[in-house]
């Protein structure tokens, strides 16, 4: 179970920063959304996975563990807002430079032959 | 005690000739005077203490854990260099002040002047080494601007500007030092680090931590290589090269060097080092004043090799020699002082500096020559002055050395001839300027100066005289206490009299005045050998150097900064992957000796899904809805992994954040082009990022495996054991938002609130054209607001108010609180906005959002402080268990009111950013034709 779970973040990580790494706002923000759900699963998995033991108290021996639960409840919170700060970002980026690549334009394609014209 | 207030004195003085300025030049100079000469006061009568080998330390604590204090020492070699600085600088003031003309603006020049007593006074009393530091940069800084005082003047602001980049590089160089000899210590206070002497030396630092102390010490004190910034440091008024460049500044590279005698000294290295660096330069400094047709260029290189010969001393290995080097730095201040004044005395009253024009200048001032006379040969080291004295000690010192093995000869032979030259500038600095003819095209008629103009110079030199003759009444005890300060054990027997009877070194010094005499002599032939070589204008070489340095940093910042945010996001993830790699190669293996859960049908599915959805974001990411589909999907699944293992909260935030996210994209995709532009990066880079991708989600998964698997000792219990005790609820996931780490949920929620209100004006001025059609060239569907859509949510709305509320209300209890109910509250409304426009809603929503982040986060922060009317500390929780009949027993507790402010603030921030940009859509757009 826990191979399965680290083999998801671990792939969610991964697909988080390959998109973070492309040239357009857009997918930037969506790898940013990938990559958070991952650190947040990531963070999560800290205290350890435990089945059908809320931390609520019950009388009961076993609970799972509250702490990065706390955590990961305000990151998910604060993880909203980043995104939303990120995209609203690029919007603006979009409106006052008129592109919606990271660096503000195009850049200058050396490999396509139809630019070169 | 009232040595502590002695550096605060000048520092209160700086404003003061500011003040004054306005009034008549003499009442400036005056009441300029007047805090200095107090602290001269103060530390006249702490004198006889410090003679009785007293040291005074006192500091008062500021940073303790980073050893940072405000303290002040005085012992013997302080209180030397503080008479030198308060006197010298009081006979400075009184000089300047008929040095400088009616044009100069007297205020400034006088505050430069104290900024840099004060300096200086601070270098030599800091008992903290950091404290020293900084005094050290300032006086850096005071001296560029007195340099540059003439800022018309083009070599004023190129010797400045060479000035304060040498000495300042130096001090780069010392900081460093300091910091590691202050880890290797464990102290930055002095009184300890003296008497590390041995930890330091043997310590592996021990060479890295001379080295930077040595080029600090030399840049300063401008030995080889770094004495060409002194002549050029010349251009400053007179006054100025005075204090600065013959009695204090350029001392206090020595004084570092004797200050940290006992800790850096006494090792074979330093003796080579600072031995060899002295004697080169002392002889570089003397062969080249030679030659020098400026009369304060001369007295620059003069003074470059008398400095050279204290660090000789410094660097000889006989106590005696760190003796005569402290008497030398005394009678090198008080003889080149009195030097510079009367240059400067020659120069304002003929008009000139240049010893080819000046001539004969004695028949029109007899006193003025007499007095600059009987200095230069103080200079000279003639007998009955005191430059003689430390001189005769300085022989006595180069002889029986051994540093250099069996080539130790050379170092009283070397030291002969530098005097030899030494015995030459001086004659020429006497010879040309006051006999040798007629002045030779003055501009003005050559006269003796204002009265009290001379009277420093007199001064003076009536001390190089009375120490010159009663060395043992007049200075003895400074000497001795100073001495004592630098050795820090019982100073060895030496004896201060004029007679030691027939020896070596009064054979050296006749060898030296006859030498010289030859060399003058001759000067002719050699004044033509020297303009045989070219000369080198270390102006230029330096802005040359200068202008190196600036193009390779423009070119190594223009392959570092490209302006593309790709590669810096690129290099940002390559070094954190650097970074995090090598700790787990540590690790013995990634699975720990955790028995694992059994896996499930179910969680192979989610597992697919969650791969699946991740691997199809990437894949279509350039088809955006598509990929925000996706995305979408993967956030679904992760909030039915929370529920799975047992997280509730977790799942329960998750899937209503998923929905604000993805209506926010949505709504966000409506402004961007539906597709991705087919992809221009190069092949290679697609391939750099999929390996560090690649590599980053390996070791994440890795850690997260190892993690999980290895045994954890947390801290989680004690949440566990106390949060129905401590704070009144059983849902401890909510008890230690709203309690035990309140405070951080405080800042959360604050974050989220800036946030919000962020968008909100990034939003406000935004200019951006919407289209009409899809990406396929279909029109947007014309009925808006579908009728179904509204009827239902307009009925689902109380529905969905009342369960926030029973989420809300439960959520100290079970699965639920302030974020989750928010949430919930704003998908509602949310869902009103989307199914009857903004323009219905704004009529009826009449609250602004803005002030319910503000209602939310002062509820929140009023809640905080409420505990600190009971005595408690910040956000401490209260609750109370009442019974009412019909309800029966319920619980009231402060932490429901925190939870009602983070209620709040997440649907005010939540609804600001969406309603923003939801209202962009309809009143305020613009319209722009579409194709």
């Known amino acids: 179970m826990e191979l399965i779970y680290a083999v998801c973040v671990g792939f969610m990580t991964s697909c988080g920063i390959f998109l973070m790494l492309r040239g357009h706002t857009f997918t930037l923000v969506i790898g940013l959304t990938l990559l958070s759900y991952a650190v947040n699963l990531f963070l999560f998995a800290s205290g350890g996975l435990t089945i059908g033991a809320p931390a609520v108290l019950n009388g009961s021996d076993i609970y799972a563990d509250p702490l990065p639960q706390a955590l990961v409840l305000t990151a998910i919170v604060i993880g909203f807002a980043m995104t939303a700060f990120a995209v609203i970002l690029a919007m603006r980026g979009r409106a006052d430079l008129g592109s919606d690549h990271v660096d503000g334009t195009e850049p200058f394609d050396r490999l396509a032959p139809e630019d070169k014209s | ?263 850096l000294a006494g090792t074979e290295v330093w003796f080579i080092v600072v031995s060899l660096t002295g004697l080169f330069t002392l002889l570089l400094g003397a062969y080249s004043a030679l030659f020098k047709h400026d009369l304060k260029g001369l007295l620059a290189y003069s003074t470059i090799s008398h400095l050279g010969l204290i660090v000789l001393l410094l660097g000889l290995n006989t106590e005696l020699a760190a003796i005569a080097a402290v008497f030398h730095i005394m009678n090198h201040a008080i003889f080149k002082a009195s030097l510079f004044m009367a240059a400067g005395i020659i120069d304002h009253e003929s008009g000139s500096r240049d010893m080819r024009k000046l001539n004969g200048l004695w028949k029109y001032m007899p006193i003025t020559a007499t007095l600059a006379m009987v200095a230069s040969a103080s200079m000279a080291g003639v007998p009955l002055l005191n430059g003689f004295l430390s001189k005769e000690m300085f022989f006595t010192e180069t002889l ?289 990022d999929m390996a560090v991708a690649a590599l980053i989600g390996c070791i994440i998964g890795s850690i997260c495996f190892a993690l999980m698997t290895h045994p954890l000792d947390s801290i989680s219990e004690f949440f566990l054991a106390n949060a129905k005790t401590g704070g009144g609820g059983t849902n401890v996931v909510n008890v230690i938002l709203v309690d035990f780490r309140g405070f951080d949920t405080f800042g959360e929620i604050t974050v989220l609130g800036i946030a919000a209100l962020g968008i909100h004006k990034l939003i406000a001025r935004m200019r951006l054209s919407m289209r009409t059609k899809d990406h396929d060239g279909r029109f947007w569907a014309k009925d808006k607001y579908p009728v179904l859509l509204s009827v239902v949510s307009q009925s689902l709305l109380p529905l969905f108010l009342l369960i926030s509320a029973y989420i809300f209300m439960r959520g100290h209890n079970l699965p639920g609180g302030g974020f989750i109910a928010g949430l919930i509250t704003s998908i509602a409304l949310i869902q009103q906005y989307l199914a009857h426009g903004v323009d219905w809603m704004t009529k009826r929503v009449s609250v602004s959002y803005h002030f319910m982040i503000a209602i939310g986060l002062t509820t929140a922060g009023l809640t905080g402080l409420g505990s600190w009317i009971f005595g408690r500390p910040f956000l401490t929780t209260w609750f109370e268990y009442v019974s009412l009949p019909w309800i029966g027993k319920f619980e009231l507790t402060s932490a429901l009111v925190f939870d009602l402010g983070v209620y709040f603030t997440v649907i005010g921030a939540t609804l600001l950013i969406l309603a923003s940009l939801g209202k962009f859509t309809t009143t305020e757009r613009l319209t722009v034709g579409e194709r």
């Open chain 2, 1 to 263: 005690m009232y040595y502590f207030w002695v550096p605060f004195l000048p520092m209160l003085g700086i404003i003061v000739p500011l003040l004054t300025n306005k009034l008549n030049r003499s009442t400036c100079a005056l009441a300029t005077a007047i805090l200095p000469g107090l602290a001269l006061c103060l530390i006249i009568l702490e004198l006889s203490d410090v003679f009785a080998g007293q040291v005074f330390s006192q500091s008062i604590e500021w940073i303790p854990q980073l050893g940072l204090a405000l303290s002040f020492r005085l012992d013997g070699l302080s209180a030397l260099f503080s008479l030198l600085i308060l006197g010298i600088g009081l006979l400075v003031i009184l000089y300047a002040r008929y040095y400088l003309s009616e044009k100069d603006n007297m205020g400034r020049f006088y505050s430069y002047l104290i900024m840099f007593m004060t300096a200086m006074l601070g270098i030599v009393m800091s008992n903290n080494m950091l404290q020293l530091w900084f005094y050290w940069e300032l006086t850096s800084i005071s001296s560029f601007l007195l340099i540059g005082f003439w800022s018309h003047n083009s070599d004023a602001r190129k010797g400045a500007r060479m000035a304060l980049t040498v000495t300042g590089a130096g001090g780069l160089a010392l900081l460093a030092g300091i910091i590691l000899l202050g880890q290797v210590v464990g102290s930055y206070e002095l009184d300890v680090v003296l008497n590390s002497g041995e930890l330091v030396q043997q310590h592996p630092y021990y060479l890295a931590i001379l080295s930077l102390f040595l080029i600090g010490a030399f840049t300063k004190s401008a030995q080889f290589p770094f004495h060409f910034w002194l002549p050029h440091a010349m251009a400053a008024p007179t006054p100025v090269s005075a204090y600065l460049h013959s009695a204090t500044m350029v001392k206090a590279g020595i004084f570092l060097l004797a200050r940290f005698y006992p800790v």
């Open chain 2, 400 to 688: 029986g050395q051994s540093i250099l093995g069996s080539m130790s000869w050379l170092i009283p032979v070397l030291s002969t001839i530098a005097a030899a030259f030494a015995v030459a500038y001086s004659l020429r600095f006497i010879h040309d300027v006051f006999f040798n003819g007629e002045p030779r095209g003055l501009t003005k008629t050559p006269h003796e100066p204002p009265r009290y103009m001379r009277v420093p110079v007199e001064i003076l030199v009536a001390i190089c005289l009375l120490v010159g003759i009663f060395p043992n009444y007049t200075i003895g005890p400074l000497l001795e206490s100073a001495s004592l300060a630098v050795l820090n054990h019982p100073l060895p027997e030496y004896s201060l009299s004029l007679w030691h009877g027939f020896n070596i070194p009064l054979l050296m010094s006749g060898l030296a005045i006859v030498g010289g005499l030859a060399i003058y002599l001759n000067r002719k032939p050699l004044f033509k050998f020297e303009g045989l070589f070219p000369e080198i204008d270390a102006k230029v070489e330096f802005e040359g150097f200068i202008q190196t340095c600036v193009k390779w940093a423009q070119k190594i910042n223009a392959k570092l900064e490209t302006g593309s945010l790709q590669r810096y996001a690129f290099l940002l993830c390559f070094f954190a992957l650097l970074l995090i790699a090598p700790p787990l190669f540590d690790l013995d293996t990634t699975r720990g000796s955790l028995p694992g859960l059994p896996i499930n049908g179910a969680v192979i599915v989610a597992a697919i899904l969650l791969i699946a959805g991740s691997l199809a974001t990437v894949i279509w990411s350039h088809y955006r809805l598509i990929a925000l589909l996706m995305l979408s999907l993967v956030g679904l699944v992760v909030s039915i992994t929370f529920a799975y293992f047992s997280a509730p909260d977790l799942a329960l935030t998750q899937l209503s954040v998923e929905i604000v996210t993805v209506i926010l994209l949505l709504l966000a995709l409506y402004f961007f082009p539906q597709e991705t532009p087919t992809s221009k990066s190069r092949p290679s880079h697609f391939v750099r």
